[in-house]
């Protein structure tokens, strides 16, 4: 069964802080990680990684992938208040024929001023 | 906007009631799901459409109807609900799931629909 682990669960910073968010996984046929942000609506995506060491960028998020020891970082420099939602980690586990998603429960982030 | 809406955001329904959750989606998509969000539990997928054919049914009990008519609407139907299935109720949709390149599951989101069974 494909597994996914995200942490912190939770954790505080203060404006301007960097923070890394982890996620380890366990998946038969993974084919890619996906990163999403959902603060009190919509889960919005961030990243799909697909390649070990390719890191992803945008803006101050950047993400990166590693296949052989299973686990993404999110990273967030210069966080700011609008930072602070729930970050979302899922896999894709791809048969040939159908996809599927596993979640992780996710990382709550408050940034404080 | 996301492009999925959902309908209603907030629901407060009695054990004995039937009601429907609705989602519609304007991005040309394929596939549509419904997923359930439950306090410190990863989200959980329940049911898949693809094409709108019903291809995943994740052990869900029959009390949570799904119905497909055609590939931009999807509706959840909703009969003799428990307390526990109290959740925020998400819809997404995404490109067809058989497709070979990655990114077909990058799931859009629709704000979800904040069920409270009494």
């Known amino acids: 069964e494909d597994k996914v682990v995200q942490s912190p669960l939770s954790l505080v910073v203060h404006e301007g802080d960097t923070v890394t968010l982890n996620c380890s996984y366990e998946?038969?046929?993974?084919?890619?990680l996906l990163w999403y942000k959902q603060e009190k609506k919509a889960p919005t995506f961030l990243f799909m990684l697909?390649?070990?060491?390719i890191e992803k960028k945008s803006g101050r998020l950047s993400s990166i992938l590693d296949k052989k020891e299973l686990f993404s970082i999110l990273n967030i420099t210069a966080t700011q208040t609008g930072d602070s939602a729930v970050y979302l980690c899922?896999?894709?586990?791809?048969?040939?024929?159908?996809?599927?998603?596993?979640f992780g429960t996710g990382t709550r982030l408050q940034v404080t001023l | 906007e996301t492009g999925v809406t959902q309908t209603p955001r907030h629901l407060v329904m009695g054990m004995t009631n039937k009601k429907s959750l609705k989602c519609e989606q304007h991005?040309?998509?394929?596939?549509m799901y419904w997923y359930k969000q439950s306090a410190k539990k990863p989200l959980e997928l329940m049911f898949v459409?693809?094409?709108?054919?019903?291809?995943e049914n994740n052990s869900v009990p029959s009390r949570f109807s799904p119905e497909c008519p055609n590939s931009s609407h999807l509706f959840l139907h909703l009969h003799t609900l428990q307390p526990e299935d109290s959740a925020l109720y998400l819809c997404?949709?995404?490109?067809?799931?058989?497709?070979?390149?990655?990114?077909?599951?990058?799931?859009?989101f629709g704000a979800g629909s904040r069920l409270t069974v009494l």
């Open positions: 997404a949709s995404s490109r067809p799931r058989d497709r070979v390149l990655a990114g077909a599951n990058v799931l859009t």
């Open positions: 998946v038969t046929n993974f084919r890619s």
């Open positions: 697909t390649s070990s060491g």
């Open positions: 899922a896999v894709e586990d791809f048969t040939g024929t159908a996809s599927k998603l596993t």
């Open positions: 991005l040309g998509h394929n596939a």
């Open positions: 459409y693809n094409f709108k054919e019903q291809t």
